[in-house]
């Protein structure tokens, strides 16, 4: 009997490639600062089943820019997909991958969407933080100050959307955090726990880094 599950894990799995300290991610601008360092200073390879998440998210993604392209779906146009962006900031880089640019013909505006799939959007009242802040950091380097945040669900394609208007002062803040996040990785200071802190610790629930941080290991 083929083992399809291997052969999927196989196929998907990908070289694994230590971060470098001084090339940051937008993706990481909401997250845990205590994490992300342990990300830098303790690389460990994707568990298997986060992989196969990851690898759902992109199907879904690939999915959505069928959807903007079609003849089916006249009302907008799909202007760019999945195109790099990167930012030196003093001596550090922010750089990572934008999803969608879109154009509205309705009214001719133009916006930033970000895709995200979720195991249900029922529970999505609200964008979480981590993925505002991600998008605010596109509108603020990019200059389109008009985003979408879309939700997709994994198991019945239903859709949640939020605009997200572009705040220059949250920007600048998430900008700030990169700044001390490069400091503390260069002094090697051990940030504080921050999901513990602000109330967020289901972060810590697919935390790989969870014992280490529990006994605040630097």
Not at 17 to 43: D, L, M, N, T
Not at 47 to 55: A, G, M, N, T, Y
Request: net charge positive; charged share 30%; hydrophobic share 35%.
């Amino acid at each position: 009997m083929i083992d399809f599950d291997e052969l999927i894990d196989k196929y998907i799995k990908k070289e694994h490639k230590p971060k470098g300290i001084g090339r940051y991610y937008p993706s990481e601008a909401g997250q845990c600062q205590r994490k992300v360092w342990y990300s830098y200073k303790y690389p460990s390879e994707i568990d298997p089943s986060l992989r196969k998440i990851f690898e759902m998210g992109n199907i879904i993604h690939d999915f959505v820019v069928q959807v903007l392209k079609s003849e089916k779906t006249p009302q907008v146009e799909l202007l760019k997909s999945e195109f790099p962006f990167k930012e030196q900031i003093e001596d550090f880089m922010i750089s990572g991958r934008i999803d969608n640019l879109i154009k509205v013909k309705l009214n001719n505006k133009i916006f930033l969407v970000e895709v995200k799939s979720t195991g249900s959007i029922k529970f999505i009242k609200e964008p979480p933080p981590h993925n505002t802040q991600q998008l605010q950091l596109y509108m603020h380097f990019i200059g389109i100050h008009n985003g979408l945040l879309v939700y997709i669900d994994k198991t019945n394609l239903k859709t949640k959307v939020f605009n997200i208007e572009y705040n220059k002062n949250d920007a600048l803040k998430i900008i700030e955090r990169f700044k001390i996040l490069h400091s503390l990785l260069k002094n090697n200071i051990l940030p504080k726990p921050e999901a513990k802190i602000n109330g967020t610790e289901w972060m810590c629930r697919y935390c790989e880094y969870e014992n280490r941080c529990q006994n605040n290991l630097s």
